[in-house]
């Protein structure tokens, strides 16, 4: 589909007591590798409670305030979302910076990607590592204590979705990964439960994809997806009530398989969709696309302008339709490490665009990304990429 983002190409790209008394008791063992602990009785994902799914009742004033404040957002990638601190170029030590910037660069809100996966035990109790829950904490604490909210989610996990594994993870046993999935959110859910709903929001996973759905086409189905979701809204909602929650479609949150999402009964919610198309120019001569994508692609013509009118045309009927608002999480145009003037006007013209479009249909966004490869803000040399950061957030 030439509407989706087609990673079809990319390379790299117990019951529930008896789990959580598991939890507390060992949460001082070993992280990453796990306990040796057997497989029996971690339980299998019926054994877990699910929420209810098929009557979604329609976002709640809540929700749809948030969607409002959620506003102009940018995307904190490359940081959490590595396999190893530091393997993408941005390591947590220089969040603090990284922090300041977002802030001055007068973003809304922070997307924070998170690969929990790879900084949790892989058996049972799933443990995730307390070192790594406390960086992830003081990432959040320090966007929050300088007035943005922070959009938390799980990013990558690779086996979840049947891909390879990347450099430096370790192999969860085949029948656990689905209930560590929802383990990791009892876990997340627990540690984060006591943060103000007006600044914190829960994001379910990143991009399913692979193994949670099945065809290539809209008469494949979300089943997987759609009973894990519920799983895990069962686990944050046992300690976090109200919290606005975000989910998105299959098919790496493609709006066109919003139609298969099956929401659960649940108005605190927000439904999210990604937004890579035309995807031969976000995506030119990006690393992690094989074949890789010929660069000195520009945008935007009218075809290409009618294929980003026609996704966000179709979130917004689904939305009107679902009366769910829609958070549009990545959209985004790589730079190839090209910063000439010829280049980054070309991904201007994209983010502009998509933003005039976005907040016509009262979407609220969020940019790929801070300060990597796709960055507004050029790390090394402490300066702000004006003409892009612009095209974000226009001078008043
Ligand atoms: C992935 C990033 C990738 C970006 C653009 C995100 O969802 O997490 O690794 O750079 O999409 O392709």
């Known amino acids: 589909m030439s509407q989706t983002k087609d990673w079809c190409f990319v390379l790299c790209k ?6 959580v008394v598991a939890l507390v ?56 979302e590595a396999p190893i601190n530091g393997a993408w170029g941005l390591s ?30 892989v058996r049972p109790p799933f443990t995730i590592n307390p070192a790594f829950m406390a960086q992830v904490k003081s990432s959040v604490d320090g966007f929050i204590a300088q007035g943005q909210i922070v959009v938390l989610n799980v990013h990558h996990y ?30 997340i859910a627990q540690a984060f ?33 759609n009973n894990l979701m519920a799983h895990a809204m069962a ?28 929401l659960p009964n649940d ?25 890789r994508k010929p660069t000195g692609q520009t945008c935007c013509s009218d075809s290409q302008k009618r294929q980003i009118i026609g996704i966000l045309n179709k979130a917004q009927t689904w939305s009107q339709k679902h009366k769910y608002p829609i958070y549009v999480g990545e959209f985004g145009a790589y730079a190839h490490n090209n910063h000439s003037e010829e280049v980054t006007t070309q991904r201007v013209n994209f983010n502009a665009f998509m933003r005039e479009e976005m907040e016509r249909r009262d979407m609220s966004w969020a940019y790929w990304e801070l300060a990597s490869g796709f960055g507004i803000y050029d790390l090394a040399a402490g300066k702000t990429r004006e003409p892009l950061w612009r095209s974000l957030i226009p001078a008043q």
Request: glycine share 8%.
């Open 14 to 19: 117990l019951v529930v007591c008896v789990a």
């Open 25 to 80: 008791a060992c949460s001082t063992s070993s992280p990453a590798t796990g306990s040796d602990a057997s497989t029996e009785g971690a339980g299998s994902l019926k054994s877990l409670p699910r929420v209810a799914t098929g009557d979604a009742p329609g976002a709640s004033p809540k929700a749809l305030a948030m969607n409002k404040r959620l506003g102009r957002g940018i995307n904190l990638g490359n940081v959490y």
């Open 92 to 121: 947590f030590q220089k969040t603090p910076e990284l922090t300041k910037v977002a802030k001055n660069l007068g973003f809304a809100h922070v997307r924070m990607p998170v690969r929990w996966s790879n900084h949790a035990m």
């Open 158 to 187: 690779r086996q979840l979705d049947g891909d390879t594994l990347d450099n430096g993870e370790a192999a969860v046993p085949s029948e656990l990964v689905d209930v560590r999935f929802v383990m990791l959110w009892q876990q």
């Open 193 to 225: 439960k006591d943060y103000s709903n007006d600044q914190l929001v829960f994001e379910l996973y990143n991009e399913p994809h692979g193994r949670m759905q099945t065809g290539q086409t809209p008469s494949g189905n979300s089943d997987a997806w």
């Open 235 to 262: 686990q944050v909602r046992a300690t976090n009530p109200e919290r606005i929650v975000i989910v998105g479609p299959t098919h790496w949150n493609n709006a066109y398989w919003l139609d298969q999402l099956r």
């Open 267 to 291: 108005p605190h919610m927000i439904v999210t969709v990604h937004q890579y198309e035309p995807f031969n120019f976000t995506h030119q001569g990006s690393e992690w696309v094989s074949p």
